[in-house]
Structure formats: C-alpha cells, structure tokens
C-alpha cells in the first residue's frame, strides 16, 4: 500500500517538460491511484472474488505488453482510460524505475536466457504455446498464448518469458482458467496465459516455464517460426 501512494505521488509530482507530458503523467498516476483504492476494495470485500481474479487477470496482460515494448489497447485499456496516453509516458516510469519497472522481472527483457537460468529438462514441466497473432502492419509484434505447469510442483508456473534467437523479448504471467488443461491435470484451474514478445522477420519463438523461483526455466512445446 505505501509503495502504490508512493508511486503516486512521484507521478503527480514529475515536472515533464511539457504541458501535454504533465497531463499525461497526472493522469497515469490517476489511474494507478484508482487502481489502488480497487484492489484494496477488493481486498476487503472477499464475496466478490471473481472481480479479484479478473482485475488481476487483466493487470497481469496489461503488464506484460508493456515489459515488451507493445502498446495493445485492448489489453492497456483496462489500467488506463486513454490507453494512446500510456505510450508518452512509460519512458518515465522506465527510466525512473516506476510501478511494473521496479519489479525484477522488469530487468529479464533484453537478457540472453542461459546466462540468468540454468535449463532444466522439460520432463519438469508441462504447457505449449497454443496460438500466436501478429499485431502490427510490419508483423514484428506479437500476441502470444498458451499454458504452463510446475510438474515438480503440481502447480501452475508462477513465469513464463518469451524468447527469440536465445534473448528474453517478453514475459507471461499465467493465471488464465484453462478447463481444458484442468481435465488432463486434476485440479489446476488457472495455467492458461498471454503474452507479448518482439520478434525479426525469420526468427522463432519458444515458450519458458521459470521454476525454482526463477532460477531455472523449463522449455514448453510448440514454437513459431514468423
């Protein structure tokens, strides 16, 4: 809670060299405000857990376009009324080490995978990219899901990154409702995820699960080759 009004505060009070860029700063920390005060409602009001799981559901696709450099209104719209806005201004909560980009997540994209994980075999886990869309006229961009299980675990993976020619070019948090995977693994309701990642015209992408609280990656099946 102090973190987020903390958070806050340094937006409101950020001095843009522009009256459009101060605008724009006030109204992003109006909303992570507004987001505030609704997590803490839902906090508090536990009869409503199905709004809980949805708003952290979308937070967590919001999040990940934005960690791969995307700017897809559908997903950013539901942390920010004027999603266009978000563009002008996520340089400063970047450079400033801000909301998402404090987090240590935040420092994956960009990293070559095998230098910060060790690769376990992939009898550890259990997922697959189910299906990838390209979002912008050069087609570099893309919308990516599919699920992903701790088998050592028996628990949905907590991260999943997106990587390309053996660098991290976006991150998943899975927590999407997957009845279909839930059939074949009893009891994990939520392995499902999306995802953004940036990709070159001839490269592939595969799908990591992060196991041992990300100290090592597990490779899921399926891959695309754009």
Not at 4 to 22: D, E, V, Y
Request: proline fraction near 4%.
């Amino acid at each position: 809670l102090i973190y987020w009004i903390a958070t806050c505060s340094i937006l409101l009070s950020i001095n843009a060299p522009s009256k459009l860029g101060r605008t724009s700063l006030r109204y992003l920390g109006a909303a992570l405000g507004f987001s505030l005060v609704a997590s803490v409602a839902m906090f508090q009001f536990k009869m409503i857990p199905e709004i809980t799981q949805r708003l952290t559901q979308t937070r967590a696709v919001a999040a990940s376009a934005l960690l791969a450099g995307i700017y897809d209104k559908s997903a950013l719209q539901h942390i920010h009324p004027r999603p266009w806005q978000i563009e002008s201004t996520i340089d400063v909560l970047r450079e400033n080490k801000l909301s998402l980009f404090s987090m240590g997540f935040a420092n994956l994209v960009g990293q070559p995978l095998e230098q910060l994980v060790s690769i376990e075999s992939n009898s550890y886990c259990a997922g697959h990219i189910d299906e990838v869309t390209t979002l912008s006229s050069t087609q570099a961009q893309l919308r990516v899901r599919g699920w992903a299980i701790d088998r050592r675990t028996g628990k949905r993976a907590d991260t999943v990154v997106l990587v390309t020619e053996g660098v991290i070019t976006g991150i998943a948090f899975p927590g999407l409702g997957r009845p279909d995977v839930e059939a074949i693994f009893p009891g994990i309701k939520d392995s499902g995820w999306l995802g953004y990642a940036k990709i070159r015209p001839g490269a592939d992408l595969q799908a990591y699960a992060l196991l041992n609280q990300g100290q090592s990656a597990c490779l899921l099946n399926g891959s695309y080759r754009h």
